[in-house]
């Protein structure tokens, strides 16, 4: 959504001028106190659903209530000490800074030169019994969530408590984080300075529109492309 003014412009006056006919959220691997920060840098709009930390937290506006049954249902096996005692003594892997570490989530900074792969590292939570969720973003930034959390899982659970169906949701993803938001039977888009390899699987995805736009341009060619607001 970031990265060209102008069309960030253009996205939130779409946003206040239809805000009567939609929910507007936004899913972040940023903690609250950060997604709150660049929502006041740049003026965007309190959004109505707030999912952050890579989807263990959930909020509601305007007072920002957390959803505790959220909350509850993802703590499910999670044991962040083991995880950390294990994870930590693999090379490549040094912890992010603790701004970036909450609860639910442990983030580190991956080094593709020395790390091992993913494939391997789901084989060690594998073995080890591990009940955790682990993403790799932008090729550098390795987060562990619990199993049962995840943007995709967060949005899901908001769709079901608010019965909204899926294909009258429009997601929208720019790493390996929000894959899951996309598959299914939501309305995704990728948006141009986003077509990145931890994407590109979506290819052939029904329903992933891969725009021409970048930034938040892409996101409203991606509104008209599924004519959202007449379906």
């Known amino acids: ?3 060209d003014n102008e069309g960030l412009a253009q996205f939130v006056n779409l946003i206040r001028e239809k805000r009567k006919k939609l929910l507007f959220g936004i899913a972040t691997g940023r903690r609250l106190d950060s997604a709150l920060a660049i929502f006041k840098k740049y003026r965007i709009p309190m959004p109505d659903i707030l999912i952050t930390s890579f ?4 909020y509601y506006a305007p007072q920002l209530i957390a959803d505790i049954a959220w ?3 993802i ?3 999670w044991t962040p000490q083991v995880l950390r005692r294990i994870i930590g003594k693999l090379p490549g892997l040094t912890l992010q800074a603790k701004s970036e570490q909450s609860r639910y989530k442990l983030s580190y900074h991956y080094d593709s030169n ?3 792969t993913m494939e391997e590292i789901l084989t060690l939570l594998r073995q080890q019994e591990l009940s955790a969720n682990c993403t790799l973003s932008s090729g550098q930034f390795l987060d562990f969530v619990p199993a049962r959390a995840s943007k995709g899982q967060a949005l899901r659970y908001i769709a079901q408590q608010w019965h909204i169906p899926l294909e009258r949701i429009l997601a ?4 390996g984080a929000g894959e899951d938001m996309l598959r299914g ?3 995704g888009v990728v948006v141009a300075n986003r077509h990145c390899e931890e994407l590109s699987i979506l290819g052939d995805t029904e329903h992933v529109y891969f ?3 970048s930034h938040a341009w892409g996101i409203l060619e991606a509104i008209e492309h599924y004519d959202f607001f007449n379906r």
């Open 185 to 187: 039977n939501t309305l």
């Open 71 to 73: 909350t509850y249902h």
């Open 75 to 77: 703590d499910h096996l």
């Open 1 to 3: 959504m970031l990265g």
């Open 55 to 58: 989807g263990t937290e959930i």
């Open 211 to 213: 725009a021409e736009g």
């Open 114 to 116: 020395s790390a091992p």
């Open 172 to 175: 929208t993803g720019g790493s």
